[in-house]
T-cell receptor, first 114, second 114 residues
Framework: GNSVTQMEGPVTLSEEAFLTINCTYT??????LFWYVQYPGEGLQLLLK?????DKGSNKGFEATYRKETTSFHLEKGSVQVSDSAVYFC?????????????FGKGTRLSVIA | DAEITQSPRHKITETGRQVTLACHQT?????MFWYRQDLGHGLRLIHY???????NKGEVSDGYSVSRSNTEDLPLTLESAASSQTSVYFC?????????????FGPGTRLTVL
């Protein structure tokens, strides 16, 4: 079946540090890939997405590239800010499995300290 | 502005009681979803609906039910609450009949079962 594996957290970084959160996936078809972010006390919101191989999603300084050869969609940001502290979820949707809902990873908590 | 709301935001109940969590969206979205979020498990799908009168079971549907009588609402009912159902519950909606579309999340309901 479809699944998403994220790096375990929590991740603690100093302000302006480089961020990578790893995400790999297993899918039977041709998935679309997503990163959602959850700020403290809130619901999830879409951060970025990519719908086909080699696509790069980007938003708010975050980027992720859909790598089919390595089945990965790692999230990166060149210089994190305290306001980026949140939980980040990688997710996939696989239309090859029919119109099935998103499959989420377990989330990675990021804390950025000044 | 269109939005998705959940009520109540916090609920404490006793084992064995029936509990209903409300979800209301003004996006006029066809698709609605219920998730629970627990430490170590991330986000898990409980039930989902792709339109009025349509409901489907998710990964962790035992002990929960939903009904979809209109486009705007998808209430989640716990038939006989158990301590294992203590969790944070999120409702989400999306527009088209494709799971590649962005899901919009409500703010969550924190449920405690004593």
């Amino acid at each position: 079946g479809n699944s998403v594996t994220q790096m375990e957290g929590p991740v603690t970084l100093s302000e302006e540090a480089f961020l990578t959160i790893n995400c790999t996936y297993t899918a039977t078809g041709y998935p679309s890939l997503f990163w959602y972010v959850q700020y403290p006390g809130e619901g999830l919101q879409l951060l970025l997405k990519a719908t086909k191989a080699d696509d790069k999603g980007s938003n708010k300084g975050f980027e992720a590239t859909y790598r089919k050869e390595t089945t990965s969609f790692h999230l990166e940001k060149g210089s994190v800010q305290v306001s980026d502290s949140a939980v980040y979820f990688c997710a996939l949707s696989d239309l090859g499995s029919g119109n099935t809902p998103l499959v989420f990873g377990k989330g990675t908590r990021l804390s950025v300290i000044a | 502005d269109a939005e998705i709301t959940q009520s109540p935001r916090h609920k404490i109940t006793e084992t064995g009681r029936q509990v209903t969590l409300a979800c209301h969206q003004t996006w006029n979205h066809n698709n609605m979803f219920w998730y629970r979020q627990d430490l170590g498990h991330g986000l898990r799908l409980i039930h989902y609906s792709y339109g009025v009168q349509d409901t489907n079971k998710g990964e962790v549907s035992d002990g929960y039910s939903v009904s979809r009588s209109n486009t705007e609402d998808l209430p989640l009912t716990l038939e006989s609450a158990a301590s294992s159902q203590t969790s944070v519950y999120f409702c989400a909606s999306s527009d088209q009949g494709y799971s590649t579309d962005t899901q919009y999340f409500g703010p969550g309901t924190r449920l405690t079962v004593l």
